[in-house]
Nanobody
Framework: QVQLQESGPGLVKPSQTLSLTCTVS??????????WNWIRQPPGKGLEWIGY???????YYTPSLKSRTFISRDTSKNQFTLQLSSVTPEDTAVYYC???????????WGKGTLVTVSS
């Protein structure tokens, strides 16, 4: 069973870049037809999908965040990383990493990490 764990700073200043890493165990991020997602939930709001990096290494982003988002991976560490630039307080949220597959859909979630954007 795939397990995911988010890590990174809990506080980021406005205009800086938010950077989070998801460490995956119990499966490889290069396994065919698996997708490695970033999702967030602002306080009092619903879930928002940010984007994913596919098993091929290709990345796709939600249009509203595309200009500020970069998702990459380190296959040697079995990790993938989210970078969100030019953050504002509206980017304050609990950030989750999650795995999906073509065969089974959503398969695993991290516990989430709260990132607060504040000076």
């Amino acid at each position: 069973q795939v397990q995911l764990q988010e890590s990174g700073p809990g506080l980021v200043k406005p205009s800086q870049t938010l950077s989070l890493t998801c460490t995956v165990s119990g499966g490889s991020i290069t396994t065919n037809y698996y997708y490695w997602n970033w999702i967030r939930q602002p306080p009092g709001k619903g879930l928002e999908w940010i984007g994913y990096i596919a098993y091929t290494g290709s990345a796709y982003y939600t249009p509203s965040l595309k200009s500020r988002t970069f998702i990459s991976r380190d296959t040697s560490k079995n990790q993938f990383t989210l970078q969100l630039s030019s953050v504002t307080p509206e980017d304050t949220a609990v950030y989750y990493c999650a795995s999906t597959s073509l065969a089974y859909g959503m398969e695993g979630w991290g516990k989430g990490t709260l990132v607060t954007v504040s000076s």
